[in-house]
């Protein structure tokens, strides 16, 4: 089955720290930009972050710059995500989805989301 599974979603205080792993299975993301996107209650689908298929370019939404860190290891067949200095407004679905290109808004597969809470 060819498919996207994101992981590394909880609950965690604001100030804390968590990393989000994207692994494809059935196929390979080397060919793939990959883009993190996130969807908070009653607010539109926003895109987070993008890495270029060779990790050599990536992008962040303003409200992330800084505390967050895109990465993938092709080895692995996994893009990662970062996030620290966490706040309140990161709370959302965190969802993976592969792209033609960043910016493309041309994408082959989406994963199924992982919650992110933050929260005291």
């Known amino acids: 089955q060819l498919q996207l599974v994101e992981s590394g979603g909880g609950l965690v205080q604001p100030g804390g720290s968590l990393r989000l792993s994207c692994a494809a299975s059935?196929?390979?993301?080397?060919?793939?930009?990959i883009g993190w996107f996130r969807q908070a209650p009653g607010k539109e689908r926003e895109g987070v972050s993008c890495?270029?298929?060779?990790?050599?370019?990536?992008n962040y939404a303003d409200s992330v710059k800084g505390r967050f860190t895109i990465s993938r290891d092709n080895a692995k067949n996994t893009v990662y995500l970062q996030m620290n200095s966490l706040k309140p407004e990161d709370t959302a679905v965190y969802y993976c989805?592969?792209?033609?290109?960043?910016?493309?808004?041309?994408?082959?597969?989406w994963g199924q989301g992982t919650q992110v809470t933050v929260s005291s």
């Open positions: 989805a592969a792209e033609y290109r960043c910016g493309s808004h041309l994408y082959d597969y």
């Open positions: 059935g196929f390979t993301l080397d060919y793939y930009d």
């Open positions: 890495i270029s298929s060779s990790g050599g370019s990536t």
